[in-house]
């Protein structure tokens, strides 16, 4: 009830309109609710003609602004392959992913872990896939080609970032625990 009053003092009818503008005046809250200070809220509206402003023309038209030009990516080796550069993270991401891909591929169809499919032959097969891949990413950034470029609709240059990230994890944890388990994942 004391709530609901004080509520309802505390929101104030506007005056009438007179000569174009209405006032809101503070209310007094009751004793238990009242503070020291004193505080007002006035807001008032004025009519009055609205001026519109006649659009402007311009006597000659403007040139159209040229396009902001697409930064040029560097073909230095030594800048292609640098530590913030863009070949490391995305090699290393794409091998993860045909890894991980492979490795549990393998472990479901023949039962093997990741260590006895490296012993087994396994380790040319990633030599040769590791020498592949590396050369097929590494030969568009040397032509300038960025993957954000070539990117679109669902497969963007930032997905492929982390399904590479998510795969290397997946990896290291395959290899965990098949090392606590003693065997095979499966």
């Known amino acids: 009830m004391a709530t ?6 505390l929101v104030a009818p506007p005056r009438p309109l007179i000569g174009g503008t209405a006032r809101l005046h503070a209310t007094r809250l009751p004793l238990p609710y009242q503070r020291r200070s ?32 697409t930064p040029k990516v560097s073909t230095k080796f030594s800048d292609v392959l640098a530590f913030g550069g863009p070949a490391p ?9 045909v890894g991980f891909v492979a490795a549990m591929a393998v472990e479901l169809t023949k039962g093997d872990d990741l ?12 030599a040769g896939a590791t020498a592949l891949l ?13 993957a954000q470029a070539r990117s679109g609709g669902v497969m963007t ?25 003693g065997g095979a994942l499966v």
């Open 38 to 69: 004193t505080f007002s809220v006035k807001s008032s509206i004025e009519d009055g003609p609205k001026e519109q402003k006649a659009p402007v023309t311009a006597s000659t038209p403007t040139p159209p602004k040229p396009s902001p030009a």
């Open 134 to 146: 590396s050369l097929a990413s590494l030969v568009p950034m040397f032509k300038g080609v960025s």
């Open 115 to 126: 260590a006895s499919q490296l012993g087994g032959g396994g380790l040319w097969w990633f």
């Open 4 to 9: 609901s009053a004080a509520l309802r003092s």
């Open 89 to 97: 993270e995305r090699i290393n991401g794409r091998l993860a992913m």
């Open 157 to 181: 240059s930032d997905a492929e970032l982390w399904n590479g990230r998510f795969a290397m994890l997946g990896l290291v944890a395959l290899v965990f625990t098949e090392y606590l388990k």
